[in-house]
């Protein structure tokens, strides 16, 4: 396996109560590799995007980002995102604001909440968008913001 992967797990393994979901996973994904994961409703897929995003904490093993140890680390200190089967979006927000809610609680200025969403929907395809409330929109742009 590759030892300067982007993203590495190591002897990752994760367990709900006595029931062992993972065991021993060994990965290593370079920047800009694209990675699908694929197997049956059941066999940890979600669990490992849940690990990697740091909403579960391994059992056992260790996950570093750019070389550094991010195991125990909460999501907001990870420097990554994990897009959820639902969307997640607040119903009576907009696009607009759906999209920089995560910044608004961060404190950044509106000017430059407004520069940034404009520029995270024009690279989205999301341009003309911004006003629209989610029920308005179809499934694939729902899930771009």
């Not at 393994?13 to 994904?29: F, K, M, P």
């Not at 093993?61 to 125990?72: A, I, L, N, S, W």
């Not at 995560?102 to 969403?117: D, M, P, Y």
Request: net charge positive.
């Amino acid at each position: 396996m590759e030892r300067d992967g982007f993203l590495e797990l190591r002897g990752v393994a994760s367990r709900y109560g006595a029931t062992q979901v993972l065991t021993d996973i060994d990965l290593s994904i370079a920047k800009g590799e694209f990675v699908a994961l694929l197997g049956s409703s059941g066999c940890g897929k979600t669990t490992l995007l849940r690990l990697l995003a740091g909403f579960i904490s391994p059992s056992a093993g260790e996950v570093k980002v750019r070389h550094r140890d991010v195991t125990y680390l909460p999501p907001d200190k990870r420097g990554m995102a994990l897009v959820f089967q639902s969307y997640a979006l607040w119903p009576h927000m907009t696009v607009a604001q759906n999209i920089g809610y995560g910044l608004k609680l961060k404190g950044i200025s509106r000017t430059e909440i407004a520069t940034r969403v404009a520029a995270m929907q024009s690279l989205l395809g999301l341009d003309g968008l911004e006003a629209r409330k989610p029920s308005a929109l179809s499934g694939g742009q729902r899930q771009r913001v």
